[in-house]
C-alpha cells in the first residue's frame, strides 16, 4: 500500500518468515520435471507467488521455466495439483499437512531456510498513528497477550483454529499449531530484513526501509515491563 501512495505504516510483525512449503504431484520426481508445467498460486503477484520463486531458486531453476497460474485458495490449488492441473503450488499449515495427508509431496520447505518476510502484520495509517497512538499500544498489548495465550494454551488455540479455517482434523491442527509456534515471537517487533525483502527489487533502490515500519510502541512495552510481565503469567 505504501509503496502505491498510502501513509501505512507496519506497528507489529508476529511472523517474521516465510510459512510456505513447495509442494508437488506424485509424478514430480526432480526439479526438472517441473520445466515447462504449471504451477498453481493463490492469487499473482502476492506472496505464494513470491514464495514459489524462492523455491525455484533453491531448486535451481529460473521461475521462467514455469508458468505462475491464478488458482485460489489452498483447496483449489490442492485440487488442481492432485488432478494433474497443476505441477506443483506453495502451501502453509494447515492446508500444507492436509495436502501431504492426501498424497502431495513437499519439495522445498521454506520454512526452515531462514528466508525472511513480515507475513502477519499489523498496520496503521500514520495520521492515526499520530492521533490516536495510546489507542494502538492498547491494542499491541492486547494482541501480545493474544500471542501469549496461542504459545501457552494449545487446547483453546486449537479450537479457534478449528472455527476460523474451517478443518476439523486435529492432528492437522495440531501440526499447524507446532509448526507457527516455533517461530511466532510474544514480542512482536518488524524485522528490516523481512521488510526489505517484501520491496521488489526495482523499488528498493529509491526507497529506505525505514520508512514502511514503526517499532516505537514495541519497544515502549518492552521498556515498561509488559513483555516481562506476559512471560510470568501462566
Excluded: C, W
Aim: aromatic share 8%; glycine share 8%; hydrophobic share 40%.
Amino acid at each position: 500500500a505504501r509503496l502505491q501512495g498510502g501513509d501505512v505504516v507496519i506497528v507489529a510483525t508476529s511472523y517474521n518468515f516465510i510459512p510456505y512449503s513447495f509442494v508437488v504431484h506424485k509424478d514430480i520426481r526432480s526439479p526438472s520435471d517441473l520445466k515447462g508445467k504449471r504451477i498453481a498460486l493463490s492469487r499473482l503477484g502476492g506472496i505464494t507467488e513470491l514464495a514459489a520463486r524462492l523455491a525455484f531458486e533453491r531448486l535451481g531453476l529460473n521461475p521462467k521455466e514455469a508458468t505462475f497460474v491464478q488458482a485460489g485458495p489452498d483447496a483449489q490449488r490442492i485440487a488442481a495439483v492432485q488432478s494433474g492441473a497443476a505441477a506443483g503450488t506453495v502451501l502453509s499449515p494447515p492446508g500444507l499437512f492436509a495436502a501431504s495427508s492426501q498424497g502431495l509431496r513437499v519439495l522445498v520447505d521454506l520454512g526452515d531456510s531462514g528466508a525472511k518476510y513480515p507475513t502477519a502484520v499489523i498496520a496503521v495509517t500514520e495520521p492515526y498513528l499520530r492521533q490516536n497512538r495510546l489507542i494502538v499500544k492498547k491494542f499491541l498489548m492486547g494482541f501480545m497477550e493474544g500471542l501469549h495465550l496461542y504459545k501457552e494454551n494449545k487446547a483453546f488455540t486449537l479450537k479457534v483454529m478449528q472455527k476460523f479455517t474451517k478443518f476439523s482434523n486435529q492432528e492437522t491442527l495440531s501440526l499447524s499449531h507446532d509448526y507457527f509456534v516455533r517461530n511466532t515471537s510474544l514480542l512482536p517487533r518488524t524485522d528490516p530484513e523481512g521488510v526489505k525483502n517484501a520491496i521488489p527489487e526495482d523499488k528498493i533502490v529509491r526507497r529506505k526501509v525505514e520508512e514502511f515500519y514503526d517499532n516505537s510502541l514495541i519497544e515502549e512495552l518492552v521498556n515498561e515491563g509488559f513483555l516481562a510481565k506476559l512471560q510470568t503469567k501462566k
